[in-house]
């Protein structure tokens, strides 16, 4: 068994045995119905499968987190799963067979936001070493000028 403890508030100005009834019972159908509503989200792959018949759709995108918010959005209960059989190691979506449209137009808008991110601006990492090289590739003047730092009057 395991020991819970619950807590209970309550503004009353007479605190009666039927102020406390009403109150557990309102707490309890607030647990229960907790637990009836479904996970939306990220979730497991055993928790999803409960619902129902299943679905996958390969990715070998590596930047998979930016799909949460998509996700979020359209209301889909979905699950990743890594698959290192492979290299690089491809990502596997599943989700349940009743969200098939909406995953599609997920999919749709997660793909059209990466294009759009791939096209709008170049990586810092990229920018960096380019002009890494340039600097590692520029002549550098070895002489030295003796006249340097004295002012003319």
Request: proline content about 3%; overall charge positive.
């Amino acid at each position: 068994m395991e020991q819970r403890s619950v807590v209970l508030a309550t503004n009353s100005t007479k605190f009666t045995g039927r102020c406390l009834a009403s109150l557990m019972r309102a707490s309890i159908n607030k647990i229960n119905k907790a637990k009836n509503t479904p996970i939306k989200g990220k979730q497991s792959v055993k928790h999803l499968s409960k619902g129902g018949k299943l679905e996958n759709i390969e990715i070998k995108n590596e930047n998979i987190k930016a799909f949460d918010p998509i996700a979020r959005k359209y209301g889909i209960s979905y699950a990743l799963q890594k698959d290192n059989s492979e290299t690089p190691p491809k990502w596997l979506v599943f989700f349940q067979s009743k969200d098939t449209a909406t995953m599609t137009l997920a999919f749709k808008e997660f793909s059209a936001q990466m294009l759009n991110k791939e096209k709008s601006k170049p990586s810092v990492k990229e920018a960096i070493t380019k002009f890494r090289e340039v600097i590692r590739n520029t002549v550098r003047d070895k002489t030295r000028n003796k006249d340097h730092g004295t002012h003319e009057r």
